[in-house]
């Protein structure tokens, strides 16, 4: 009901608005200024529950030209977010057919007619409207490639994304640097370096190691504060053999962002453990959870504990921990010691602390772990790609006591 009322006032305000440009034309003159029929059947037809119509008679009422173009683009605009994108291709295409309109707006046009026809998921048709602006239109260049970037990374191209990402690099000039104001907020070469790392692990998958090596190293070229194409490198350069250059790839991530540290662990693990260094990791973890304290790295440390000095040392080091910062998972893994020391030693109360082992692990896997830090979109598992605001690399875990 609030989408008709929205329509019938906008319809309302064209109406006026066409109706005082023509008495403003007409002042002076004994020319009748009453809007024309065309409105009062549109409006009707708007009343009977029928917009078709209405659009119908606005389009032939509303004669087009560079005062009106604006309303036009606007009421196209507005059927769009709506969800009725045939009627807003209707506009636009009328836009179109008419040859008064100058180079520029005829672009214009062209611009939002490709944005329809990317809502109605014509993603061929919008491509070559949007490619035929890269060409043509020195004033709508950008967005037209802005676009195309969003096009290409919604079907997954990868390469095609990085393509149009460079174009729309802030050009490298001694006399003046551009940047271009970005649709979606987010820099483009933070978006180029993760397209990188969504074709190495394309290539990686194919078995291409050296070609997933290249993409990595350009997307941390592209974006050098970019973790995940760190994380990946590491990982690829471990499972190649390359012990030292994984550790410096995943050991580079505690300065590009702490928070991705903790994913990084398994892969050190393997590496430290192939080169019999398990001790080194040990220093690196603990002196890292001295400067960047969260529960992953706490339970990791606690594993290394566990390994080298037993269960009773690995129990103490973890009540320490949650003494001053308590945490659910840290919890866990405390009763998931304490039950497998009881059942080692076949004292009575296990079945308690079992039960209470299981639920609180039912309780956290329930809960969502990573949040979005630019939306608030949560998810169970770590993403590189909002789904909430389109940004890249915005998941961290959640930090409180309740779901860490
Ligand atoms: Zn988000």
Sequence with gaps: MNDVLAFALLFCAIACGWWLGRRSLSSGTTTSSSPPSQYYRGLNYLLDGRPDGAVDHFIS????????????????????????????????????????????????????????????????????????????????????????????????????????????????????????????????AVQLAHFYCELALEMKSRGDVPGARNMLQRALESDGACARASLELGRLEGEDGNHREAIAALTGIVDQDPDFLPEAIPALRACYAALGEEAELTTYLRECLDRYPSTPLMIAVAEDVLRDEGRDAAVAFLAARLAHVPSLRGLLRLIQLQTDADLAQLSQPVQPLAMLSLLLDRLIRERPAYRCEHCGFSAKHLLWFCPGCKYWGTFRTIRSTETE
């Design 61 to 188: 009422a509303l004669e087009v030209n560079s005062e009106t173009l604006e309303t036009h683009i606007a009421l196209g605009n507005v059927l769009r977010r709506r969800g009725e994108v045939d009627r807003a291709i209707r506009i636009h295409e009328n836009l179109l057919a008419r040859p008064n309109l100058s180079r520029s707006q005829m672009h214009i046009a062209h611009l939002e007619l490709a944005r329809d026809y990317v809502s109605a998921g014509l993603l061929d048709r919008a491509e070559q409207l949007l490619k035929d602006l890269v060409e043509e239109s020195d004033e709508q260049r950008d967005v037209a490639r802005q676009h195309l970037l969003e096009l290409y990374r919604s079907e997954r191209e990868w390469g095609r994304a990085i393509e149009v990402g460079r174009e729309l690099l802030p050009r490298k000039s001694l006399l003046r640097s551009t940047t271009v104001p970005l649709r979606s907020g987010q820099a483009v």
